[in-house]
């Protein structure tokens, strides 16, 4: 029988996140009114008004871009103990970020801020930004080296992930 499991974990915003995208936005709307503003000054030259009205329109696209792709998710996707997680940005873009084979876990637990990180290690955030829930797992990645994945697994999700720990981690929990 094939253990397979998906979780969804939408990324809570903090205060910076939302700081930053209202600074985006405002930034964003002003630009764009200025260049609007250039355009229509300079009605005498044709060229230039058409070129600002085109960088008016760039920049105001550009500021809706940058604003929906700050909203980010996480798919957890277990499959008979291989764990795959991509980010979903503005619920249209999917970006695979990582796969590994919980067989392989090095360690595997509750994370902790300030735990030990060796300076060759790369660290993979996948959660929603409260610590209180958060695991860790390490292991060797083919293409980053020594690994720690950081991520928020649901009771189903654990479940399964402890199920295909090996079993010294296993006994470890």
């Given at each position: 029988?094939?253990?397979?499991?998906?979780?969804?974990?939408?990324?809570k915003?903090t205060?910076?996140?939302?700081a930053?995208?209202?600074?985006?936005?405002?930034c964003?709307?002003?630009?764009?009114?200025?260049?609007?503003?250039?355009?229509?000054?300079q009605?005498?030259?044709?060229?230039?008004?058409?070129?600002?009205?085109?960088?008016?329109?760039?920049?105001?696209?550009?500021?809706?871009?940058?604003?929906?792709?700050?909203?980010?998710?996480?798919?957890?996707?277990?499959?008979?103990?291989?764990?795959?997680?991509?980010?979903?940005?503005?619920k249209?873009?999917?970006?695979?970020m990582i796969?590994?084979d919980?067989?392989?876990?090095?360690?595997f637990?509750?994370?902790?801020?300030?735990?030990?990180?060796?300076?060759?290690?790369?660290?993979?955030?996948?959660?929603d930004?409260?610590?209180?829930?958060?695991?860790?797992?390490d292991?060797q990645?083919?293409?980053?080296g020594?690994?720690?994945?950081v991520?928020?697994?649901?009771?189903k999700?654990?479940?399964?992930?402890?199920?295909?720990?090996?079993?010294?981690?296993?006994?470890q929990?």
């Amino acid at each position: 029988m094939d253990n397979f499991a998906e979780q969804l974990v939408a990324k809570k915003e903090t205060s910076s996140d939302k700081a930053r995208r209202i600074a985006m936005i405002v930034c964003g709307v002003f630009f764009t009114i200025i260049l609007i503003a250039l355009a229509i000054l300079q009605l005498g030259n044709s060229i230039v008004s058409f070129m600002g009205l085109i960088l008016a329109a760039a920049t105001g696209y550009g500021t809706y871009y940058f604003v929906q792709s700050s909203y980010v998710e996480y798919e957890y996707a277990f499959t008979n103990g291989e764990l795959d997680i991509d980010k979903i940005i503005a619920k249209k873009k999917r970006v695979e970020m990582i796969s590994a084979d919980v067989r392989k876990f090095t360690a595997f637990g509750k994370y902790e801020d300030g735990m030990e990180e060796s300076e060759d290690m790369t660290v993979v955030f996948a959660t929603d930004n409260i610590a209180s829930h958060e695991y860790y797992a390490d292991f060797q990645h083919d293409e980053y080296g020594t690994t720690r994945l950081v991520f928020v697994p649901d009771e189903k999700m654990l479940g399964y992930i402890t199920k295909a720990l090996p079993y010294k981690l296993r006994n470890q929990l």
